[in-house]
């Protein structure tokens, strides 16, 4: 059916305007998230009795590096998902076939954020850095939110498509 292809790539595009959007946002306010980097790493907000503590790292030049890296994640979520969308447009009324094989960029872009906001942010910020115990830096809902929004369109997407009528 024509609306179940169109509707994934709909959802694979507006992901990708989501991520593009993130990615764009720390890079011109760049301090605002530069400081969650900084608190999150440097563990300073969590129990102040916390034996994890010993895991803070308060390196300035490491601070840096992941909050590049995070940006780098972000910026390639958002294109491989919109390179994702565009070769599934192109590919809308195609054979079944060609149109599988045209999901392959929308789900590298989905498991790159998965890669982000899923291990990056739940399982070691959030875990290993403790930023559960934060109040005031602890972005575990967001990550959580972000993270089924990208598993649950990876799913349908990866769901088999058959010929269109």
Known sequence: MIAIRLSK???????????LL???????????????????LSMDTTFPDSVLRSRAITSETFWRIVYAVIIAAEFATGLLLAAGAIAL????R?????????????VIGATVG???WLF????VAGNYFAMWQSHEWNAQQAAFRF???????????????????
């Open 120 to 123: 990056g942010f739940l399982v």
């Open 147 to 165: 993270a089924v929004m990208l598993l649950a369109v990876l799913i349908f997407v990866c769901q088999k498509d058959e010929e269109l009528a």
């Open 94 to 106: 195609a054979p079944a076939a060609r149109f599988n094989r045209a999901k392959t960029l929308a």
């Open 89 to 92: 447009l192109m590919a809308l």
């Open 9 to 19: 790539v709909l959802l694979t595009a507006m992901l990708a305007a989501f991520a």
């Open 22 to 40: 993130v990615a764009w946002d720390n890079v011109v306010d760049y301090d605002t998230n530069y400081a969650f980097v900084q608190h999150v």
């Open 114 to 116: 998965l890669g982000l």
